[in-house]
């Protein structure tokens, strides 16, 4: 059902016995079914030597754990005491488990935390496909949660991942003790960033080395005379150049049609729909336990301020918090902060 042992060990296991690995895979050729969502071997190989380097920081020990689930064998990076109170953390879109390396030591001294690869994103996660426009995220996750034994954890997500923990709340709250949603999508009408997709990511899309170094300088928009704030997080630019130039999101989002060759046009608006519009508000009423809503105070997408008073008037039980000097990433910009609003949180009793 599953299998359990400290991260390197398991890498180093997988790359000895031919199983997929960042050495085996640069090896194994684009056809291999792990490869379906990258654009050849050697992309994959560099996105998870990536995966591989950004957990050398990482004070605590990790375990690599795997579930099976109906979309497929889903990894996770796991620490904390067997015994404390599970808490799933879920990445954005094109993320992965080491994006929580700065949440690892802080909510591991408080919990059992399971970062999750999702299936068909970055990482060690099978390639299967999760669809945004039904209840595959719910079903995947209670999969997760039914292989691992659990019968009621904390989600905390990031950007989508924040939207797929807040539909837990919401379709599965009997699953669900506590909610946290890091600059979640689907609470309002968000901003289609144009100007840094085209200037920033676009025309760099062939030199994954001069997009992270771009990426990291630059930073996120913001109301200041120069227009930024702050630098990205160097392992989050270093992912996000890498998966621009190598990953297949339209293949992973299942609006790729594979007999046209061409991205299928009316179900990639409606994904993108997902990520840029608001559920319906009777939706949202529905979410049923206890949340919080953490934004940066420079919000690309959307007013910040305005969207998490409104939230919390339409959610029963959910407190919101703007964290100044943050983006998009509050989690990445403030991550002592936002770890301290989380674990008061986490801890609050009800």
Not at 52 to 80: D, I
Not at 205 to 229: H, I, R
Not at 241 to 264: K, W
Request: with cysteine; hydrophobic share 40%; glycine share 8%.
């Amino acid at each position: 059902m599953d299998s359990s042992s400290s991260y390197k060990a398991v890498a180093a296991q997988r790359t000895a016995s031919g199983l997929p690995g960042a050495a085996n895979e640069a090896k194994s050729g684009a056809t291999d079914p792990h490869l379906r969502f990258y654009k050849s071997a050697d992309g994959y190989n560099a996105i998870m030597s990536w995966y591989e380097n950004a957990l050398e920081g990482v004070s605590v020990p990790l375990q690599s754990r795997y579930v099976e689930t109906r979309f497929g064998r889903t990894h996770m990076l796991v620490c904390g005491a067997e015994d404390a109170e599970p808490l799933l953390l879920i990445p954005g879109t094109a993320g992965c488990a080491p994006l929580w390396r700065n949440q690892f030591e802080a909510l591991g001294r408080h919990y059992r935390v399971y970062a999750l690869d999702v299936v068909g994103q970055p990482g060690r996660s099978e390639a299967g496909t999760l669809s945004l426009l039904n209840n595959d995220v719910i079903e995947w996750l209670t999969d997760v949660l039914d292989e691992l034994e659990i019968e009621k954890a904390s989600i905390a997500g990031n950007s989508v991942g924040g939207w797929m923990a807040m539909r837990m709340g919401i379709e599965a709250p009997e699953r669900v003790s506590k909610v946290v949603m890091l600059g979640p999508t689907g609470l309002t009408r968000a901003r289609l960033p144009v100007k840094i997709w085209f200037s920033k990511v676009l025309s760099k899309k062939q030199d994954a080395n001069a997009l992270e170094d771009d990426l990291t300088a630059k930073s996120v928009s913001s109301p200041s005379p120069k227009g930024s704030f702050g630098t990205f997080d160097r392992q989050l630019a270093r992912l996000m150049a890498l998966c621009t130039r190598h990953y297949r999101v339209d293949r992973s989002l299942d609006i790729y049609n594979e007999r046209t060759g061409r991205v299928h046009i009316s179900r990639g608006l409606r994904v993108l729909g997902k990520f840029f519009t608001a559920e319906r508000k009777s939706y949202l009423r529905q979410f049923q336990v206890p949340g919080l809503l953490i934004f940066g105070q420079h919000e690309m997408f959307f007013d910040p301020n305005k969207v998490a008073e409104r939230s919390a008037a339409l959610m029963p039980g959910l407190e919101a918090v703007v964290v100044p000097n943050a983006g998009h990433g509050a989690v990445f910009d403030q991550p002592e902060e936002v770890n301290r609003l989380m674990v008061d949180f986490l801890n609050r009793a009800e």
